[in-house]
C-alpha cells in the first residue's frame, strides 16, 4: 500500500484518454480566406528550417535556369514565440547536416560554441565518479558543442533571406484532409478565455493551404501521431521516450571536455545518464536523461538532476555559479524499430524528432532531423516538378532517408536501447557492448519492447532533495528560468484521464518535470500554465495538444 | 487622418540582463529585441484610431541601424501601413538629439497626429515625445490612456494619482501613450504576409551632438536571501524581536 492508500503497481496506460484524431485530422476544405502556400513545414526546428532553406534553394535555381516550378510559397509554422524559444537538446553535434546544406561555409561559420576538446566517461556511485573508457558509440571527436537555440535563430536567418515565410508563434492545431490526402493547415486561435470562449484580443484559426505538408514537430508530435494513427502508419515496436531536464550554468570554474556519466543518481534498474557539456569558457549545460520505461512510480527526473548536482564531480563545476536557464524535453529513443513503418503519405511528409530519427547510443538527433529535414525538400522538389504530390510521388524520401547514415545508424544500433529493457543498467551494458563489437549483428533480429504506458510502476524510495535555492532548485523555480510566463487564464490544452487515482496523481506530480500536477488530498491539480511542453506525460498519462502561439516556454540557449 | 507613431527597439523586459565589457552598456548578446513596450500601445492606439475613422495612414518611424528594420516590420504586420527608418549607426543617450531627428522627418509630413510610448521602456527617459513636440511647436499631452478625435480635435484622458483628468487640444499634436490604452494586438498571419509588401524606406539621420552621455550601468544589488525564523506561533516572539532589532521597523 502507498502513503495515499492505493495498492502499488499502477500501469499508467489504464488512466491514460485516448489520442483525440478528430480534433487533429478535420476533414474540411480549407476557409475561403486560406493563405495559399505550396508547401506547409510544422515545426521551425532544425528540420523544418534545413528543409525549408533546401527547397527555397532548389526552386530559385530551377527558375534561374529557366525551369517550369515557377515560384513557390514555402512557410515554416513554429509555435513559440520566436525561432529556437521551444527547443532544447544538450548538444554535442555532428556537423555533417550542416556542411551538406552549407557547403560553400567553412566549420567556423557555423553557429556552434566549440570544437568538443575531450571527453569523459565516468561510472558514477554517490560519492565517487570512476572513469570509463568511452564507448565507440559516445566518440565525438570532430564534433560541436552548441545551443540548439542559437543554431535554430542561425538557421531562422537563412531562411528568411532564402525567401521562405516564418510565422513565429503559429501552433498548427490541425490538419486539413481531403479524402486520404493532407490540403492544408489549421492554426490554433490566440485570445480563449479559460471557459474557450473567445476573449480580449482574441484571434481565430488561420488556415492555409498547402500541396505538401511536413510533420517536423519535433518529439510526440500531436499531428504525426494523429497522422499515423488515422492511415494506419505502425511500426514494428512502439516508440520508446526518454525525459531529459537540463539546466544551463554560468560558471567561475571552466569545463574543457565533454563529460557523460552513467550510474547514479539513477537507480540500477532505470535507463539513463547524465551529461556536462562545456559552451565556451563561462557556461556549462548540466543534464540528465531518463527512459520514461522506469519502474518506480515516485522517480522524479528533476530532483535526479538536482541530486546529481550534489555529485562532488559535477558540484565542483558549478558551485559559485550560476544557473541561469532550465528546461526539459522528451526524447524519442527508441531507434530503428520503432520507426514508422512510411514517413510519407498523400501531401505530407514526416521528419527529424516526429519522425524517431534519433541515435540513442550517440545521444544525437539534430544532424538527422537536419538530413531528413533536407531530403523531404529534394523530394518535394520532384514532386512539385511532376504536378503530383501524392503519397507514390513524395515516396522516394523514404528511399533517400534509407540510403542514408539515418537508417545506417539507427539498423546499427538497433537493439542497444532495447537491450536495457531486458537487462537493465549492467546486463543491459553488456549487451550493448556486444552489439557495438559486432556493429549490431549480436544479437541479430529484433529484441522487443514494451510501450512507456504500459509498464507496471512499484518500487517508492526515490529520495527527495531540499532546495537551496543556490545548487538546487524546486520545480517552480525551474519553470521560472525556462522563461515561461504563459498567462494564466489561458484554456487548458492538456486532456487528462477521468478519475485519476491518487497514487496515479502522485506519479504524474513525479513524472512532470514543470509541476504542472499536484495531489491535493484525493484530487488532481493541474497547472496547465506551467507546461514547458515537454511531452513527457502525453507518453504514459494526460494528453498535450498545441495551445494559443507563443505560450510556454522561451529557452534563449538552451 | 494621417498618424506617425515613433517606435524604439528596445530589449525584451523579461530578459535576463547583463552588462557588456564596457561597464555602460546592456550585453546584447542572446537577448531579445521587440518593439518597446510602451510604443506598442501606441502602435495599437494609432491603429484603433484609423479602425475608429475607418480611413487614414498609419506610418511607423525607428531611428537606428538596420536592426531596427525588424521591429519596424513587426508594426507594419501588426497593421499600419508604411516605415521609415532614419538610419543612424546607434541612439544617441541625450534625449535632444534623437527629438532633433525625429522632428526632422515629422515637420512637414502632414501628420494630423503623432504618437509615441509614454517613454522607452529601456531608456525611460520620457522626454523625447515632448520635445520633439516643443520642436514642432505643436501641443503635448503626455501618458494618454484614453485618446479620442473628433473635428481636428482631440480629447485624452491622463490618469492621475489618485485621480484622473480630461485634456482638449486642436491638432496637429503630439501625443505619448500610456498602457492603459488597449493591449496591443499580436499580428496576425495575414498581416505579417501583408507585411512583407508595405514600404519601408530608409533614410540616413544626421545626429547632432550627444550632450548627454552614459557613463555607467550597473545592476541592482541582489536582493539578500529570506531567512525562516520558525514555524506557527512560537516563532512571533522571535519574529518581533528580530523586526525590532534588526530589520528595525517596528
Known amino acids: 500500500m502507498t502513503p495515499s492508500g492505493r495498492p502499488l503497481p499502477i500501469v499508467p496506460g489504464q488512466y491514460q484518454p485516448a489520442l483525440p484524431i478528430d480534433r487533429f485530422i478535420v476533414a474540411e476544405p480549407p476557409d475561403a480566406e486560406a493563405v495559399p502556400m505550396d508547401v506547409v513545414f510544422v515545426g521551425g526546428g532544425p528540420a523544418g528550417l534545413a528543409g525549408a532553406i533546401e527547397l527555397a534553394r532548389l526552386a530559385r535555381a530551377d527558375a534561374e535556369a529557366g525551369g517550369s516550378l515557377g515560384d513557390i510559397q514555402i512557410a515554416v509554422l513554429e509555435k513559440a514565440g520566436a525561432l529556437g524559444e521551444h527547443c532544447l537538446s544538450g548538444a554535442v553535434v555532428n556537423p555533417v547536416a550542416f556542411r551538406a546544406l552549407f557547403p560553400d561555409l567553412p566549420d567556423s561559420e557555423f553557429p556552434f560554441r566549440s570544437k568538443v576538446a575531450g571527453e569523459r566517461v565516468y561510472f558514477m556511485t554517490g560519492s565517487h565518479a570512476f572513469r570509463l573508457p568511452t564507448p565507440p558509440t559516445m566518440r565525438n571527436h570532430g564534433n560541436y558543442v552548441g545551443s540548439i537555440c542559437e543554431m535554430v535563430r542561425w538557421l531562422g536567418e537563412k531562411a528568411e533571406a532564402a525567401g521562405v515565410n516564418l510565422f513565429t508563434g503559429f501552433p498548427v492545431?490541425?490538419?486539413?484532409?481531403?479524402?486520404?490526402?493532407?490540403?492544408?493547415?489549421?492554426?490554433?486561435?490566440?485570445?480563449?478565455?479559460?471557459?474557450?470562449?473567445?476573449?480580449?484580443?482574441?484571434?481565430?484559426?488561420?488556415?492555409?493551404?498547402?500541396?505538401?505538408?511536413?510533420?517536423?514537430?519535433?518529439?510526440?508530435?500531436?499531428?504525426?501521431?494523429?497522422?499515423?494513427?488515422?492511415?494506419?502508419?505502425?511500426?514494428?515496436?512502439?516508440?520508446?521516450?526518454?525525459?531529459?531536464?537540463?539546466?544551463?550554468?554560468e560558471t567561475t570554474r571552466p569545463l574543457d571536455t565533454v563529460v557523460h556519466t552513467l550510474g547514479w543518481?539513477?537507480?540500477?534498474?532505470?535507463?539513463?545518464?547524465?551529461?556536462?557539456?562545456?559552451?565556451?569558457?563561462?557556461?556549462?549545460?548540466?543534464?540528465?536523461?531518463?527512459?520514461?520505461?522506469?519502474?518506480?512510480?515516485?522517480?522524479?527526473?528533476?530532483?535526479?538532476?538536482?541530486?546529481?548536482?550534489?555529485?562532488?564531480?559535477?558540484?565542483?563545476?558549478?558551485?559559485?555559479?550560476?544557473?541561469?536557464?532550465?528546461?526539459?524535453?522528451?526524447?524519442?529513443?527508441?531507434?530503428?524499430?520503432?520507426?514508422?513503418?512510411?514517413?510519407?503519405?498523400?501531401?505530407?511528409?514526416?521528419?527529424?524528432?516526429?519522425?524517431?530519427?534519433?541515435?540513442?547510443?550517440?545521444?544525437?538527433?539534430?544532424?538527422?532531423?537536419?538530413?531528413?529535414?533536407?531530403?523531404?525538400?529534394?523530394?518535394?522538389?520532384?514532386?512539385?516538378?511532376?504536378?503530383?504530390?501524392?503519397?507514390?510521388?513524395?515516396?522516394?524520401?523514404?528511399?533517400?532517408?534509407?540510403?542514408?547514415?539515418?537508417?545506417?545508424?539507427?539498423?546499427?544500433?538497433?537493439?542497444?536501447?532495447?537491450?536495457?529493457?531486458?537487462?537493465?543498467?549492467?546486463?543491459?551494458?553488456?549487451?550493448?557492448?556486444?552489439?557495438?563489437?559486432?556493429?549490431?549483428?549480436?544479437?541479430g533480429g529484433r529484441l522487443t519492447s514494451e510501450a512507456d504506458a504500459d509498464v507496471a510502476r512499484t518500487a517508492d524510495g526515490v529520495m527527495r532533495v531540499q532546495p537551496d535555492g543556490k545548487l538546487t532548485f524546486s520545480k517552480l523555480d525551474a519553470v521560472f528560468r525556462s522563461g515561461n510566463a504563459t498567462r494564466d487564464d489561458i484554456p487548458s490544452h492538456l486532456i487528462v484521464g477521468q478519475d485519476i487515482p491518487p497514487a496515479m496523481a502522485d506519479f504524474y506530480s513525479h513524472l512532470c518535470p514543470a509541476g504542472v500536477y499536484e495531489r491535493d488530498g484525493v484530487r488532481l491539480v493541474v497547472s496547465p500554465a506551467n507546461c514547458v511542453d515537454c511531452k513527457a506525460t502525453d507518453d504514459v498519462g494526460p494528453r498535450w495538444t498545441p495551445r494559443e502561439g507563443g505560450s510556454g516556454a522561451k529557452y534563449r540557449s538552451m | 487622418m494621417k498618424i506617425a507613431v515613433c517606435i524604439k527597439r528596445a530589449a525584451d523586459m523579461e530578459t535576463r540582463f547583463k552588462i557588456a565589457a564596457n561597464g555602460m552598456s546592456v550585453d546584447e548578446t542572446g537577448v531579445k529585441f521587440d518593439i518597446a513596450d510602451f510604443d506598442g500601445f501606441a502602435v495599437e492606439a494609432a491603429l484603433q484610431l484609423k479602425e475608429r475613422e475607418g480611413a487614414g495612414d498609419v506610418t511607423v518611424i525607428s531611428m537606428g541601424p538596420d536592426t531596427v528594420q525588424e521591429t519596424l516590420r513587426k508594426a507594419l504586420s501588426m497593421g499600419a501601413d508604411k516605415a521609415v527608418q532614419l538610419k543612424t549607426d546607434a541612439v544617441p543617450a541625450d534625449a535632444l538629439a534623437i527629438a532633433r531627428v525625429l522632428a526632422d522627418e515629422l515637420e512637414g509630413g502632414?501628420?494630423?497626429?503623432?504618437?509615441f510610448g509614454r517613454m522607452a521602456i529601456d531608456a525611460a527617459n520620457q522626454s523625447v515625445g515632448p520635445m520633439t513636440a516643443e520642436l514642432l511647436g505643436v501641443p503635448c499631452v503626455s501618458a494618454a490612456s484614453q485618446l479620442t478625435i473628433a473635428n481636428g480635435r482631440g480629447t485624452a484622458r491622463r490618469e492621475l494619482e489618485g485621480a484622473a483628468d480630461v485634456l482638449e487640444f486642436p491638432l496637429p499634436a503630439v501625443v505619448t501613450i500610456d498602457e492603459g490604452i488597449a493591449r496591443p494586438r499580436l499580428p496576425s498571419l495575414k498581416g505579417i504576409m501583408a507585411a512583407k509588401k508595405k514600404p519601408l524606406e530608409v533614410k540616413p539621420a544626421q545626429v547632432g551632438e550627444s550632450r548627454v552621455k552614459v557613463t555607467k550601468m550597473e545592476l541592482p544589488p541582489e536582493r539578500t536571501g529570506g531567512r525562516i525564523v520558525g514555524e506557527g506561533p512560537a516563532a512571533v516572539p522571535e519574529l518581533v524581536r528580530l523586526l525590532q532589532t534588526e530589520a528595525k521597523v517596528l
Open chain 1, 265 to 443: 543518481p539513477l537507480p540500477n534498474d532505470v535507463f539513463g545518464g547524465s551529461f556536462l557539456y562545456p559552451l565556451g569558457s563561462k557556461q556549462v549545460a548540466v543534464g540528465i536523461v531518463v527512459g520514461l520505461d522506469y519502474p518506480q512510480a515516485a522517480l522524479d527526473v528533476h530532483e535526479l538532476l538536482q541530486r546529481l548536482k550534489l555529485h562532488p564531480l559535477v558540484r565542483s563545476y558549478l558551485e559559485g555559479g550560476e544557473m541561469v536557464e532550465w528546461g526539459a524535453k522528451t526524447i524519442p529513443e527508441g531507434g530503428y524499430w520503432a520507426l514508422p513503418d512510411r514517413r510519407y503519405g498523400d501531401g505530407l511528409l514526416m521528419t527529424g524528432d516526429a519522425a524517431g530519427f534519433v541515435e540513442v547510443a550517440s545521444l544525437k538527433g539534430i544532424h538527422y532531423a537536419m538530413q531528413s529535414g533536407i531530403f523531404a525538400a529534394r523530394a518535394i522538389f520532384d514532386a512539385l516538378k511532376k504536378q503530383d504530390t501524392s503519397a507514390a510521388a513524395l515516396a522516394p524520401y523514404d528511399q533517400m532517408v534509407k540510403d542514408s547514415y539515418i537508417t545506417r545508424d539507427l539498423y546499427e544500433r538497433r537493439n542497444m536501447r532495447l537491450a536495457f529493457q531486458h537487462g537493465g543498467i549492467y546486463g543491459g551494458g553488456v549487451k550493448a557492448g556486444f552489439m557495438t563489437l559486432t556493429r549490431g549483428a549480436f544479437p
Open chain 1, 173 to 249: 492545431a490541425s490538419l486539413l484532409v481531403a479524402g486520404d490526402r493532407v490540403v492544408g493547415v489549421r492554426t490554433t486561435p490566440s485570445g480563449l478565455a479559460r471557459d474557450g470562449t473567445p476573449g480580449p484580443g482574441y484571434t481565430p484559426p488561420t488556415d492555409l493551404t498547402a500541396r505538401v505538408t511536413v510533420l517536423a514537430e519535433g518529439t510526440r508530435g500531436a499531428l504525426t501521431q494523429a497522422y499515423c494513427r488515422w492511415r494506419g502508419i505502425g511500426s514494428p515496436n512502439p516508440p520508446l521516450f526518454a525525459l531529459g531536464v537540463k539546466e544551463l550554468w
Open chain 2, 110 to 115: 502632414g501628420y494630423d497626429l503623432m504618437l
